[in-house]
């Protein structure tokens, strides 16, 4: 039991971490397509006390949300510096 708390946890922690980029992806060309996926991870979100969990399967979320934060690195860092930049024109 907890085994499977734990998992969870992890994999709370990640889903967590995506979602708390959401105001941030909103103003990136892609983030009107990511806003639909948003919705269906509160969803799962949600229903995840219901979720059989394996320890390879949560370590392959975490990857995958570690390589998913990496690729957003740069897109994330022009935008932030275009928005720091528009501030002081103003």
Not at 7 to 26: A, G, H, M
């Amino acid at each position: 039991m907890q085994q499977h708390e734990a998992l969870q946890s992890r994999l709370r922690n990640c889903l967590q971490t995506i979602l708390e980029l959401e105001p941030d992806l909103e103003g990136l060309e892609i983030g009107h397509d990511l806003m639909k996926e948003f919705d269906l991870l509160k969803s799962f979100m949600e229903k995840l006390d219901d979720v059989e969990l394996q320890e390879e399967d949560v370590r392959r979320i975490e990857t995958a949300t570690a390589n998913f934060l990496e690729e957003l690195k740069g897109p994330l860092s022009d935008m932030r510096e275009r928005s720091t930049a528009s501030r002081r024109l103003n």
